[in-house]
C-alpha cells in the first residue's frame, strides 16, 4: 500500500521578512525540537532535508506555499528560496 505523501503549508500572510519566515518555517516544518533552528538559509536547507520532526530525511513531500505573492513582494530573498526548494529532490513546491 502507498504512504501518502505529506503535505505542509507556510502561509505567506504570517511574514513579512525573513526573520518571520524562519519563525514559519519553524512552525510548520518542525516539531518536539528543544532549540530553535538557525536564522539563515543554510539552516533552511537543513530543514528542507527533514529529520527535524515533521519529514524524515529523504522523504517526499509537497510544501505549499499560501499567499505566496505576497512573500515575493516583501522578501528580497524569495527567488533564492524558491531556488532551494526546488533543487531539493524530496520536495515538491506548489505556490499558490
Request: glycine share 6%.
Amino acid at each position: 500500500m502507498l504512504k501518502k505523501m505529506l503535505t505542509i503549508k507556510i502561509q505567506g500572510n504570517n511574514f513579512s521578512n525573513l526573520a518571520e519566515f524562519f519563525d514559519e518555517v519553524e512552525r510548520k516544518m518542525t516539531k518536539g525540537l528543544d532549540w530553535k533552528i538557525g536564522r539563515n538559509l543554510n539552516a533552511f536547507n537543513d530543514v528542507l532535508r527533514g529529520g527535524f520532526g515533521v519529514h524524515d530525511c529523504d522523504e517526499d513531500y509537497k510544501l505549499i506555499w499560501e499567499n505566496s505573492q505576497k512573500s515575493k513582494s516583501e522578501l528580497q530573498e524569495f527567488t533564492t528560496i524558491i531556488e532551494m526548494i526546488n533543487e531539493n529532490e524530496y520536495a515538491k513546491l506548489e505556490l499558490r
